[in-house]
C-alpha cells in the first residue's frame, strides 16, 4: 500500500501533482510520502505488540536525516553499519539505547564512537571482531553489549546479491561453531554477550525462511542456556520483501503470527531490522524524457535520470514499474522500448522491454518502488550532481535535501602545487 496514485488523469503523491514537485525542484528527484512511511512504520510496530520488542530500522536502505528523524519520533530506533551512519542516527536524535551495529568491517574508530554513544549492542560477525571489540572496550574500561550472528545456512530464496545467510556468505559465524564462540566470548572481560542475531537475506517474499531461521536460533539459545549463557535479545533482522511488480510478500502481520507463537513464554526482546518493506514503496524517481531513439534493432527512451541515481536495476537487474505522470499520454501509441539514461554505459538501463506510450521530451516518467535502496546507493558518476529528496506531507512539499550543485562535485579535491 502507498499513496503514490492516478486522480484526475495525473499521478499524486498524497494530495499533491507529482507534475508540479517536478516543476518545482526539477528532474530527476526522489519524493517520499510520510503518510505511507507512518503506515509502514506502525503497521510493523503494532504487528508485534504483543512480544517485547526493538524496532531497528535498517538504515541503509534509506539513511536521509528527515527520515531518520521521523523513525525517531515513531519511537523507532536503527540498525547500523557503519561511523558514518552512526554520526547520521545521533544527528537525527535516534536514542543510543535503540542502536544496533552490524557489519563485518568495523574498525577500532567505529567501535569507539559507537561505545562513547553507549548503543545497544554490537551484532558481531566474527572471533577476530569479538577480540577487536573487547580490546577497544578494555581500553576505555567499558563493557560492550554484544550479539552474535549466526549464520543458519538457509537459503532465502532470493537475488544472489542480497542472500546473506547461506554458508558460502561472508556473514556471521556458522551455526555449528556457534555454541564455542559464545562461550569463548562469554569467557571475555570487556564484552557482555547479550543476543543472537541473524539476517538472512533480503527481499523475502516467504515467511517460511524466517521460521526455520528462528527455530534454529532457538536452539541454540537453549543450548546456550545450558551452558549458563542466558540470551536477552533475539535479533530477526530484516528482509521482509515488497511489491515491485506482481510479487506478494507477507505482511508484517503474516511474519508476526508465524513467529510470535515460538517467542511466548520466552525472557527475550524481540530485535527487528527492517528495511526495505518500511521505506521501498514509500518513494518514487521522477524523471523526464529527453528523447526517443529508434535504433535498428530497439526503440530507447533516453530520460534524465540514470543508473548513478537508481543503481538497482544495472545491479541486479532489478524490475521497477515505470508510470508515465500525466494518464492521457497512455492514449498515445505504444511500443516494446527499454528506458535508459545519459551515463556512458550499455548497462546504464531502468528499465527493459516495457510496453509504454510514446514519449515527447519533457514528458514525465515516475519509477515506482525506489524509496530503498535508492538514493541512498547514488553516485557522481560522469559526474552527475546527485538528485534532491524531497518528503510530501499534509499537502506541503518538502526538500529534504537539495540537489547537488557542481561545486558540490569537487568539494574535496585539489590541484596539488607542481600541477601549476
Ligand atoms: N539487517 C541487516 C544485517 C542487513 O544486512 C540488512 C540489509 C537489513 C537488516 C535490511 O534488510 P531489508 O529489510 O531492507 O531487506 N541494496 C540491495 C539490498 C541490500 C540489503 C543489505 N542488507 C537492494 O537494493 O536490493
Known amino acids: 500500500m502507498h499513496n503514490f496514485e492516478y486522480r484526475h488523469g495525473e499521478l499524486y503523491c498524497e494530495d499533491v501533482p507529482v507534475s508540479r514537485i517536478a516543476k518545482e525542484v526539477g528532474t530527476p528527484c526522489y519524493i517520499y510520502s510520510h503518510a505511507t512511511l507512518i503506515r509502514h512504520i506502525r503497521a510493523y510496530d503494532q504487528a508485534f505488540k504483543s512480544i517485547p520488542h526493538v524496532m531497528a530500522f535498517a538504515m541503509k536502505a534509506n539513511s536521509n536525516l528527515a527520515i531518520l528523524r521521523l523513525m525517531a519520533k515513531e519511537g523507532s530506533g536503527v540498525d547500523i553499519v557503519s561511523g558514518g551512519e552512526l554520526f547520521r542516527a545521533l ?6 539505547a535503540k542502536i544496533v551495529f552490524a557489519g563485518v568491517g568495523k574498525s577500532a574508530e567505529e567501535i569507539r564512537d559507537a561505545l562513547n554513544a553507549d548503543i545497544l549492542m554490537f551484532n558481531v560477525e566474527s572471533p577476530a571482531e569479538i577480540q577487536a571489540i573487547h580490546d577497544v572496550a578494555s581500553s576505555m574500561k567499558k563493557k ?5 550472528r549466526i549464520n543458519p545456512d538457509i537459503d532465502p530464496k532470493t537475488h544472489p546479491y542480497i ?5 558460502k556468505s561472508k556473514f556471521g559465524i556458522a551455526a555449528d561453531r556457534a555454541l564455542e564462540e559464545f562461550k569463548q566470548a562469554a569467557s571475555l572481560t570487556h564484552v557482555e554477550v547479550v543476543g543472537v542475531h541473524a539476517h538472512i537475506g533480503s527481499q523475502l517474499t516467504e515467511v517460511s525462511p524466517f521460521v526455520e531461521s528462528l527455530k534454529k536460533v532457538l536452539g541454540l539459545v537453549e543450548a546456550l542456556k545450558g551452558q549458563g549463557i542466558n540470551i536477552r535479545y533475539l535479533n530477526i533482522g530484516g528482509g521482509l520483501g515488497i511489491t515491485y511488480s506482481d510479487e506478494k510478500p507477507p505482511l508484517p502481520r503474516d511474519l508476526a503470527d508465524a513467529i510470535s507463537p515460538q517467542l511466548k513464554g520466552l525472557d527475550i526482546t524481540l530485535v527487528m531490522e527492517p528495511g526495505r518493506v518500511i521505506v521501498g514503496n514509500a518513494g518514487i524517481l521522477v524523471t523526464k524524457a529527453l528523447y526517443e531513439k529508434v535504433g535498428e534493432a530497439k526503440r530507447f527512451i533516453i530520460v534524465d535520470a540514470a543508473m548513478n541515481d537508481l543503481i ?6 532489478a524490475y521497477h514499474d515505470i508510470r508515465p505522470v500525466s494518464e492521457v499520454i497512455m492514449q498515445r501509441a505504444r511500443h516494446t522500448v527499454d528506458v535508459v539514461g545519459p551515463v556512458c554505459e550499455s548497462g546504464d538501463f531502468l528499465a527493459k522491454d516495457r510496453m509504454l506510450p510514446e514519449m515527447k521530451p519533457g514528458d ?3 519509477v515506482m518502488s525506489a524509496g530503498a535502496y535508492g538514493f541512498v546507493m547514488a553516485s557522481n558518476y560522469n559526474s552527475r550532481p546527485r538528485v534532491p529528496e524531497v518528503l510530501v506531507k499534509d499537502g506541503e512539499v518538502h526538500v ?10 569537487i568539494r574535496g579535491e585539489a590541484v596539488p602545487a607542481f600541477l601549476g
Open 400 to 409: 529534504i535535501r537539495a540537489r547537488e550543485t557542481y561545486d558540490d562535485l
Open 163 to 167: 542472500s546473506t545467510g547461506l554458508k
Open 91 to 96: 544527528k537525527a536524535g535516534v536514542p543510543p
Open 312 to 317: 538497482r536495476p544495472s545491479l541486479y537487474s
Open 364 to 366: 514525465l516518467l515516475a
Open 144 to 148: 560492550a553489549r554484544i550479539a552474535l
